[in-house]
């Protein structure tokens, strides 16, 4: 009996310093928006997916993005190849322009390919909205843009996506063929501690 009482003090140490040390479990999940659901993934990383809209208006009345350079002859038979484009574009919660703003998709995107239509991104998920004020996440990559779904990966984040590695999947939800305006819709899938 003794020595049970003397475990006792012990066993409470252990328990106590387990719930510290593992956030994950000792933490109660904040509410997520909708757009949003983050679930434990294992003991150590969560697993957020989100859903938003991006819209990118190269020409019109409000630009999110402009040329900043262009080659001065890509060759023969070669549209677009080398134009390169600095962006600052909305990101909503649904496809219409008015809808609850989430954040904004800041960076550069080209023309990277003298054959069909290829780009390469490099952007900043900047985000808004909730718990998630204030974090980000990067995107690197391809984005071959006549696909249906286009996956480019997750290389980076700040905040609550500190250390976020995962994918995102564009699908273009609308692009009007005389402007070059488009809306395309993001699920974006981030492992993060």
Request: net charge positive.
């Amino acid at each position: 009996m003794t020595k049970l009482i003397l475990l006792i003090p012990i066993l409470q140490f252990l328990v106590l310093t387990t719930i510290i040390t593992n956030p994950c479990r000792a933490q109660a999940k904040p509410d997520h928006p909708k757009w949003a659901k983050t679930i434990t993934h294992n003991h150590y990383e969560q697993k957020t997916t989100l859903q938003f809209y991006f819209h990118d208006n190269i020409t019109g009345d409000s630009l999110t993005a402009v040329k900043i350079a262009q080659p001065e002859d890509a060759g023969p038979g070669v549209s677009g190849f080398g134009k390169l484009f600095m962006a600052d574009e909305p990101l909503t919660m649904n496809p219409n322009p008015e809808s609850k703003l989430l954040g904004r998709a800041q960076g550069m995107w080209g023309w990277a390919s003298r054959e069909g239509i290829g780009l390469y991104m490099a952007f900043t998920y900047v985000f808004y909205e909730g718990i998630y004020n204030g974090s980000s996440v990067s995107v690197l990559g391809r984005n071959l843009i006549t696909e249906p779904v286009r996956e480019m990966p997750v290389v980076g984040g700040t905040g609550l996506f500190r250390m976020a590695r995962g994918f995102a999947l564009a699908r273009t939800y609308f692009i009007n063929t005389t402007s070059l305006n488009a809306i395309v819709g993001y699920n974006v899938t981030i492992f993060h501690s």
